[in-house]
């Protein structure tokens, strides 16, 4: 497995990844809390955390496709839920390797 993981600095991290979870809640299978997420996306699994001003996205998937994939999906749903910051992506990192 690939991963990669993304931050968004924002003071409203926990509100963005609990209206993230929320809406995924409806289509996979999902945990959180205030300050941590789990989500079952179908590429591979997806964890979000909050803190006070960062939300973190850590994405995996079999491949670099598979990964923008991911990236895209998170990226794509908080331009919407952030709109009014202006949020275009977030600040992903390079890929790495599972270690076997």
Known sequence: MLHQTG???TPKASQ???QLCKHFAHKI???FSETEGRLALPIGPATLTATDSVLTANVS???DAGLER???IIDNHL???AHRENFEA???NAATAEAR
């Open 7 to 9: 931050q968004y600095e």
């Open 16 to 18: 963005y990844l609990q």
């Open 29 to 31: 299978e999902v945990s």
């Open 61 to 63: 998937a079999e491949d």
């Open 70 to 72: 991911a990236r895209g």
């Open 79 to 81: 331009v919407r839920f």
């Open 90 to 92: 977030m600040d992903w």
